[in-house]
């Protein structure tokens, strides 16, 4: 039997098992892309000192709340932090490095566009702080990138891909694929021409068409023309499995490949259900302290996240998340990774979620695997993940 509070005693260091990370939301843009359904928003210029004022403090109000953890990833996501003044990410690093203790390996990641003017300010961003960089290449054909929205073409995300490896400890680069037109020996091509950079990590996304964007207005007026069907997509998503598996990248997650160690340890934090502060327009966090795991989300709209930030908090809302909702977050993200989840926290928060007899049906189509302490997918489950997580909800 469960007593009533068993799952406070699974919440109590959430954080040690699961990582402890701090998001960081840069808002801005050079342009939006059409597939983008990110809080990006493109403006004529932003006062950087004020930007890196309001963040650090938000930090500062963040680590006060969550004193004693070890941080063990920091993580600049956008929009196009690469438009940040390296000095704004030296403020928001150094308001971090006040309020917790870090990790001796501690990764600190920024994500950029690979164009020419953001590569020139690799230097200073490393000089900051940054020890990695993720970079939006997208496409290695000059044409997708076009199609794509990019204002970058191949040269400068090749010109980017090298100077970043010169200039950072690891570097990561994103590709989409199952594109307009593209065919099977197509990715073939491009995505061995991309594993013969010398990259430790590769995230490589089909192409999803999100309502609200560019693309989906397109789709709807049926002038989206070419994209692949099911059987091609699912053709191209074995592909990357093994052209990545051979030269030692493999998935850890489902769109994500890395020689072993060189994994994001930013993503498997929340892979893994851990702790993670979220800042800026639009962030969103869980924290969790005094027996409640809490979720937070920052106004979206800039202008109003820095008003509210300076006023005192930047959040729009916070939330408690009850032991239910937690075990189908954990569910869902666990699931992602080969590692699978741990039952006892699963079961700890939410005795009725995975039935033994839902995994013993997907067991018997060699879709889950199941140990005495973990459930995990299979390879042939990843492809239809979201069904697996349906059928084990209760």
């Given at each position: ?173 994103d590709l989409i694929y199952a594109r307009q037109d593209q ?15 010398g990259v430790d990590h590769l995230s490589l996304y089909q ?188």
């Open positions: 039997m469960h007593s009533g509070n068993s799952w406070r005693v699974v919440l109590t260091e959430n954080w040690q098992r699961g990582g402890f990370g701090l998001y960081v939301h840069w808002p801005f843009c050079a342009a939006k892309c059409p597939y983008c359904d990110f809080n990006s928003h493109v403006v004529p210029a932003v006062d950087q000192t004020r930007w890196a004022r309001a963040l650090a403090s938000e930090v500062r109000r963040a680590a006060e709340e969550t004193p004693g953890r070890v941080l063990s990833s920091i993580f600049f996501g956008g929009g196009t932090p690469s438009l940040m003044l390296p000095e704004t990410v030296a403020v928001v690093l150094d308001a971090a490095r006040q309020g917790w203790v870090w990790a001796n390996d501690i990764e600190i990641t920024l994500e950029a566009n690979p164009s020419s003017v953001e590569a020139e300010r690799f230097r200073g961003i490393a000089e900051a702080g940054v020890n990695r960089v993720s970079l939006g290449v997208q496409s290695l054909r000059d044409a997708d990138l076009r199609r794509l929205g990019r204002l970058h073409d191949v040269a400068e995300a090749k010109t980017a891909i090298r100077v970043a490896r010169e200039t950072f400890q690891r570097v990561s680069f065919t099977l020996e197509d990715w073939r091509t491009e995505l061995t021409e991309a594993l013969s950079m192409l999803t068409i999100e309502q609200g964007t560019a693309f989906g207005d397109r789709f709807n007026a049926g002038r989206l023309r070419g994209l692949p069907g099911e059987d091609l997509s699912a053709d191209m998503y074995e592909l990357t499995q093994e052209l990545c598996g051979a030269p030692g990248l493999p998935a850890y997650e489902i769109s994500n490949h890395a020689r072993p160690g060189a994994e994001s340890r930013h993503n498997l934090i929340y892979w893994r259900y851990g702790d993670w502060v979220g800042i800026g327009p639009g962030a969103h966090g869980r924290v969790t302290h005094a027996h409640q795991r809490r979720a937070n989300e920052g106004w979206k709209q800039p202008a109003k996240w820095i008003e509210a930030a300076e006023a005192g908090t930047g959040d729009r809302q916070v939330s408690v998340i009850d032991p239910q909702n937690m075990a189908g977050e954990y569910l869902m993200m666990g699931l992602r990774i080969p590692e699978g989840i741990d039952l006892g926290v699963l079961h700890g928060w939410d005795p009725q979620i995975a039935p033994e007899s839902a995994i013993r049906e997907l067991e018997g189509l060699g879709l889950v695997w199941k140990t005495e302490t973990a459930l995990g997918v299979t390879p042939e489950g990843r492809l239809v993940l979201n069904s697996i997580v349906k059928a084990l909800l209760p």
